[in-house]
């Protein structure tokens, strides 16, 4: 449950986040900004990096976990590319940093979560029994590839839509798993 300082720490946190590099942020900062004392903090948070992922988990993660499945993944990938574009300054900021706690390595694990639902999802639809290393791969496989490209798109001074690329994601996860449903079809015949 969220209360309403832990609400406070995370606006203030995300002020701070439009102007100042991620790394220069401190929990005094953080709490200055807040009008809070600093020892406040840690009644809610081990550090900056867990507030990152609070925000994160609270904003757009925890919506996305409940609402995920193979039938609806393609409405909850848009509904996240959406709220990352209306939060890219924070989160470029977020991924500025390739510290030991960093938020890419949060996404990433995120991300394999989400992603291991819809493989599950998917193979169960579509009635196809596969588990060991190739599953293992395919699950890491998507993780990866959706990260690394969300990333870039965050990153990027142009950004397509949301929408868009949305579209992109969908299209070459559909024909990969077209492709590898095809062969499994071949290997069955």
Known sequence: MQSTTQKQIAAAFKTLMLNVPFKQISVTLIMQQAQLRRQTFYDYFKDKYDLLAWIFNTEAGADLAENLDYEHWTSSLLDLLRYLAANRLF??????????????????????????????????????????????????????????????????????????????????????????LNRVQKEAD
């Open 91 to 180: 989160y470029r900021n977020a991924l500025a940093t390739s510290e030991q706690n960093s938020f890419d390595r949060y996404f990433l694990a995120h991300t394999k979560h989400l992603t291991d639902k819809v493989v599950h999802d998917l193979l169960q639809t579509k009635n196809i029994p596969l588990t060991g290393a190739y599953l293992s791969f395919l699950r890491e496989y998507f993780s990866r590839a959706v990260v690394s490209v969300i990333i870039h798109w965050l990153q990027s001074n142009r950004p397509a839509t949301p929408e868009y690329l949305s579209h992109q994601l969908q299209t070459v996860i559909e024909d990969t798993i077209s492709g590898f």
